[in-house]
């Protein structure tokens, strides 16, 4: 028996992630990644951590922390993250949290409870590799979503071909993979896009901390219960994450929505995986509720400083016809090269000069984008930044050349 003949039609839309493939490429000495979106590590706050573990490994408390926990998730945490969201101006109250194994599992929720067969998603082109692979299991139609709301419902109808859009996903603070930021006009369009086509809006603020210039800007969730008065009939769905602003490897997310999603998510949780880890949860909740309000701006500090270095190499070093987006923050630059240039066959000659990045096309559901490709400046320090821009501004110097494989 073959059981490769046994899977689902589903199965042939899984993908590998490019990014998570380049990855491996951190622990080659010498290589100067652009590549992942990955925090400093010099910038985990370590101490706090350690010491918040030996309080929940401590006396009785140890006996919650490796103990079942509730699928929505601890109480503490939902408490605080309730409280964070109505900072940034959402009524939410801890009723409306699910506590998720990072953010990636809320998108691959939130698309086992929306998109049925023959179902459509709108998002941007390019957009998110990661919400590609969260929705492409349940196997939708995708339609070109304007990000700054421009493109007419009709017209994404008619793309979607009779299908049902369900669901308009939407990156509004410092996109993956360009950096771009949404204007609170932008965000009232799409909202009054998604209210026209009957579509939930997937809000996904994985960056939204990490402003470096500017005034922050509302989330689509604040601005729509700010219209309703309530957020229990909001169709905007917020995912957020810890992993950009304390620890990426304890996998702590949420979502936030109104009462009656969470209540069908929870649902979701428990046949998942039953909850979020009760440790890491309850570690989350002490590091948040002590140093979140001065770690934070810690690193728009440091990520800010070599963001500038990025954009002012770029400008030294790259040569006309190469364009990149300017971002408030975040943790991308996105460059558009010329157009005969093929950004694979690009990384193939960059990664002999032990230069890494993403290819553009990962993150476009119809594989185009062949000549743009996405920059991290979050990992590596500014010197690297020079060095690394100076490098790959040279090979785009040399002019484009025939994909091989890389």
């Known amino acids: 028996m073959i059981l490769t003949d046994l899977y689902a039609p589903r199965a042939n839309r899984m993908k590998a992630s490019e990014i998570r493939e380049l990855l491996k490429l951190l622990d080659r000495p010498g290589i100067i990644s652009f590549a992942g979106g990955i925090p400093d590590p010099a910038l985990f706050p370590s101490d706090a951590f350690r010491e918040a573990t030996q309080r929940a490994l401590s006396g009785e408390a140890a006996q919650s922390a490796l103990q079942y926990a509730a699928s929505e998730g601890l109480a503490a945490l939902r408490e605080w993250i309730a409280q964070h969201m109505r900072s940034l101006g959402v009524p939410a109250v801890p009723e409306n949290i699910l506590i998720t194994s990072g953010s990636q599992q809320a998108l691959d929720h939130l698309g086992k409870l929306f998109i049925g067969t023959g179902d459509a998603v709108a998002l941007g082109f390019p957009t998110y590799l990661g919400a590609l692979g969260a929705f492409n299991a349940y196997e939708p139609l995708y339609v070109r979503l304007d990000p700054n709301g421009n493109r007419s419902v009709e017209r994404m109808r008619e793309e979607a071909q009779g299908a049902k859009i369900k669901l308009a996903y939407v990156t509004p603070d410092f996109a993956n993979p360009t950096g771009e930021t949404l204007s609170k006009a932008a965000r009232l369009a799409i909202l009054a896009q998604a209210e026209e086509m009957g579509a939930a809006i997937v809000e996904d603020a994985a960056y939204q901390a990490l402003r470096f210039e500017g005034e922050d800007i509302a989330p689509i969730l604040a601005l729509e219960a700010a219209q309703s008065g309530t957020i229990e009939t909001c169709r905007t769905l917020y ?55 001065t770690h934070v701006p810690r ?42 240039f093929d950004a694979t ?34 990992k590596p320090d500014e010197e690297m930044i020079e060095d690394g821009i100076r490098r790959l501004a040279g090979l785009v110097r040399e002019g484009p050349r025939q994909s091989q494989p890389c």
């Open 299 to 340: 690193l728009r500090a440091a990520y800010g400083a070599r963001l500038r270095a990025m954009l002012g190499a770029l400008e030294r070093y790259m040569p006309d016809g190469v364009r990149w987006t300017n971002p408030d923050g975040g943790m991308f630059v996105w460059l558009t090269l010329p157009p005969d």
């Open 239 to 293: 995912c957020g994450s810890f992993s950009k602003t304390l620890a990426p490897g304890l996998r702590i997310g949420w979502v936030c929505a109104a009462k009656t999603v969470i209540d069908k998510l929870v649902l979701l949780k428990q046949a998942g995986d039953l909850h979020a880890a009760t440790l890491n949860q309850a570690i989350v909740a002490e590091v948040a509720g002590s140093i979140f309000d």
């Open 345 to 378: 066959a690009l990384l193939s000659r960059a990664l002999e000069h032990d230069i890494a990045f993403v290819p553009g096309a990962a993150f476009f559901p119809d594989g185009s984008g062949r000549n743009t490709l996405r920059l991290n400046f979050s």
